[in-house]
T-cell receptor, first 110, second 116 residues
Framework: LAKTTQPISMDSYEGQEVNITCSHN???????ITWYQQFPSQGPRFIIQ???TKVTNEVASLFIPADRKSSTLSLPRVSLSDTAVYYC???????????FGAGTRLTVKP | GAVVSQHPSWVICKSGTSVKIECRSL??????MFWYRQFPKQSLMLMAT?????????EQGVEKDKFLINHASLTLSTLTVTSAHPEDSSFYIC????????????FGEGSRLTVL
């Protein structure tokens, strides 16, 4: 499994766009990039998944450069309720190595 | 999406007793389930991968005789913390993968264990 590195914490203000970058230098050809959100005392929740270029859903966008050695989760116009820990997880299809990295603790301030 | 449910949500027990936590996939069959432990302000630590009908695969450093995992059906995996001690107090979370061709994991709500 490709090891991931993320900033430990980030602060933002309501209404701003937040970009959280994850480094995965050892990503393999068959690996996909997934992002999860976790609130205190809850299980994580899947946000988005991508392989290359850009993926967008109703919650976030995921930008992946051509070399795939990093990815950026973009949260548009955050609100206080987006305060959470965000995890980047690199997954190989049909492989069950599901070890999480340290995650990024995002704090959104009013 | 899919639903994974854990029970109990929280449990308090005396030192030396055993505690069982259930993880159910409510609307899909899960060949594989994952068990994590999480201490305050820390990330999820993968404890073991639970495979239906076979033995679980434990991560290095996780005592398989202390954390018994049983995956007897495609919708149920259980984690039993045997002879629990205060240092076993933690937040235990299970997850399941509905489609092996995606990276999407569905997580349970978590179970908070407090050992007195």
């Amino acid at each position: 499994l490709a090891k991931t590195t993320q900033p430990i914490s980030m602060d933002s203000y309501e209404g701003q766009e937040v970009n959280i970058t994850c480094s995965h230098n050892n990503i393999a050809t068959n690996d996909y990039i997934t992002w999860y959100q976790q609130f205190p005392s809850q299980g994580p929740r899947f946000i988005i998944q991508g392989y290359k270029t850009k993926v967008t859903n109703e919650v976030a966008s995921l930008f992946i450069p051509a070399d795939r050695k990093s990815s950026t989760l973009s949260l548009p116009r955050v609100s206080l309720s987006d305060t959470a820990v965000y995890y980047c997880l690199v997954v190989m299809y049909n492989n069950n190595d599901m070890r999480f990295g340290a995650g990024t603790r995002l704090t959104v301030k009013p | 999406g899919a639903v994974v449910s854990q029970h109990p949500s929280w449990v308090i027990c005396k030192s030396g007793t055993s505690v069982k936590i259930e993880c159910r996939s409510l609307d899909f069959q899960a060949t594989t389930m994952f068990w994590y432990r999480q201490f305050p302000k820390q990330s999820l630590m993968l404890m073991a991968t639970s495979n239906e009908g076979s033995k679980a695969t434990y991560e290095q450093g996780v005592e398989k005789d202390k954390f018994l995992i049983n995956h007897a059906s495609l919708t149920l995996s259980t984690l039993t913390v045997t002879s629990a001690h205060p240092e076993d107090s933690s937040f235990y979370i299970c997850s399941a993968r509905k489609d092996p061709n995606t990276g999407e994991l569905f997580f349970g709500e978590g179970s908070r264990l407090t050992v007195l």
